[in-house]
């Protein structure tokens, strides 16, 4: 176990240069050792039926898949390349030649164009036109009598290589498809992530955590919506304001205010949560919004509300403060726009603090 995670680690170690990405040098790794392996059983074969030049062939080219491999961890990827490519197709086209296609080693080609198509990020379409033409030429070559020797020379061997050539080329492909593939499904559930966390930012206030204008207008017209197709029948709307919040700043300093905010906000989620919604409005203003409920429903709600304000203690640098608010409430009009109805329980918030504040307008 400790072989298989040390070749792991070997296989999936990051290039020197931290420019070169880590996925194309995995990607050639697993190639140039799959070719390899390939190279090798061929070789067996090849001492079994006594063909000692092909073995010296066989020999070579691993050697150069090693050197190969070894550039990989030497900050040479673009050598790599090109010597991947070079090599895997000197010997499928050698070969090819001697044998034939009774060995199935032209499909190594497809093989290849499928981990070009993944690294190169440069020149992909020359690359990819180069292995066709290469392909198009052994199939003309065939029909005009590759091979150059009797297919018989390999005698029962021809099965074995035509085998070893499927399942390493299948192996190739699998591992390219599934590496890239499974990064996709990974970059694409990070970007959705991101993406979540983009717009929950975006429509959150970042000292309260509760929504922002932003939000909570985009959720009105939601409701607005819901309304038009019959799934709402009542809106109320009310905005809050903190009585003396200048005082509380001006007298404890803006993080004593700060934590005002923030207790409140946190109250007014919990209460809130199930049947409406609420949103810092700017500076010490909460906008509140019941869904389908009437005025009457809403002022019930906001009386609960307001008596859990007064009874709240917001703990600052060893004092336990105690606030206020004000609340101007009107149920909603539909035939009039949103920021009119916004108007309307905006101008009834300042008949309450006119009116001596800690109260609710409706």
Sequence with gaps: MTLIT????????????????????????????????????????????????????????????AYGLYCTYQDKMIPAFFLLNINTLMWVVMFYVIFGEGTG??????????VDLMIDRKYPAVTILILYIVRLALYFGRINGLPIEPTDMLGGLSPYLYVLSVVLE?????????????????????????????????????????????????HVEKCLKKFNKSELQ?????IGDIDFFKHVNDTYGHECGDEVLKALANMFKNEMHGIGAVARWGGEEFLFLFENMNGDDACTVLSMLQTNINRLDIPYEGENHKVTMT????????????????????????????????????
């Design 234 to 238: 009542f809106l109320s709307v009310a």
């Design 327 to 362: 609340f101007g409430l009107a149920e909603y009009d539909f035939q009039l726009s949103l920021d009119e109805n916004i108007k309307i329980a905006d101008d009834k918030l300042y008949k309450g603090k006119e009116g001596g504040r800690n109260r609710i307008v409706y």
């Design 105 to 114: 080693v032209q499909h190594f080609i497809f093989a290849l164009i499928l």
């Design 170 to 218: 299948c192996a190739t492909v699998l591992f390219v498809g599934i590496y890239f593939t499974k990064d996709a499904f990974q970059m694409e559930s990070r970007l959705q992530d991101y993406n979540k966390e983009l717009r929950r930012v975006a429509s959150t206030d970042p000292l309260t955590k509760v929504w922002n204008r932003f939000r909570m207008l985009e």
């Design 6 to 65: 040390k070749a792991k680690e070997l296989i999936f170690q990051e290039p020197q240069n931290k420019n070169e990405s880590p996925k194309v040098a995995v990607v050639l790794r697993i190639s140039c050792l799959l070719f390899m392996l390939y190279l090798l059983f061929a070789g067996i074969g090849f001492a079994i039926m006594k063909h000692p030049y092909l073995v010296m062939f066989a020999v070579l080219f691993m050697i150069l898949y």
